[in-house]
């Protein structure tokens, strides 16, 4: 019984999660974020207002389905091991298994937040009638792709600015963005990751489609803000 009350209280607080997040969604889709206050939250899933702050630090991260104590650290921790013990000579291959293992995380990252199809349609729902959220969604995007891009220089032993890293997380996130749409697209019943995988493929083949020399200049250090 002692073993168990671990897993019994990380489902509760799984369960308790998913009610909260998608209540504030569906409010706010039909009232959108003004037409609706934390305690009514509460009361409809029946918590006290001091647990919706444990799981959640806004109505808005509710909505987006954002834990206030998210941790991405043991994915994380497995894409830098995956990485070579020493740097690559200067304009060398990087490790064969980058593209897979970033893949990866960012596959992981979407998972977490375990949305159904459903589930998915009704933030759509709410996004249109709160576009601030989506704007809220463009700023958390790149401070990830900036972190993200950090974590492949580390991993990979790569000069801060390497464009190489930025690159690499730029057009994994291209995919992302490309799975996201087509799992929220009504008309088609396609996987996530299903459809992640087959826009992975495409973007390898046009990536490996031969260029001329002067689309092909050694990568520079270029250090963005």
Do not use: Y
């Not at 700023?139 to 950090?150: F, P, S, Y």
């Amino acid at each position: 019984m002692q073993s168990s009350a671990p897993g019994l209280r990380e489902r509760r607080r799984v369960e308790t999660s998913g009610q909260l997040n998608a209540t504030a969604r569906r409010l706010t889709a039909e009232r959108g974020l003004a037409g609706f206050t934390v305690d009514e939250v509460c009361e409809l899933v029946g918590v006290s207002r001091r647990t919706f702050f444990n799981h959640f630090a806004s109505k808005d991260d509710a909505v987006l389905g954002l834990p206030a104590h998210a941790d991405h650290a043991d994915a994380e921790e497995r894409f830098l091991a995956g990485g070579p013990d020493t740097s690559p000579p200067t304009g060398g291959a990087l490790s064969p298994t980058l593209v897979d293992d970033l893949a990866d995380l960012l596959i992981d990252r979407w998972e977490v937040m375990d949305l159904t199809l459903e589930d998915a349609r009704d933030l759509v729902a709410a996004f249109d009638r709160e576009p601030r959220l989506i704007a809220r969604v463009h700023e958390l995007n790149r401070a990830r792709e900036r972190g993200d891009t950090v974590l492949v220089e580390r991993r990979e032993h790569l000069a801060p600015g390497d464009l190489r890293a930025a690159a690499a997380v730029h057009v994994l996130v291209a995919v992302l963005r490309m799975s996201v749409e087509a799992f929220l697209d009504p008309t088609t019943e396609e996987a996530f990751r299903e459809a992640f995988a087959r826009r992975l493929a495409a973007a390898r083949s046009v990536l490996a489609t031969p260029t001329s020399t002067t689309a092909t200049e050694p990568a520079r250090t270029e250090r963005t803000s």
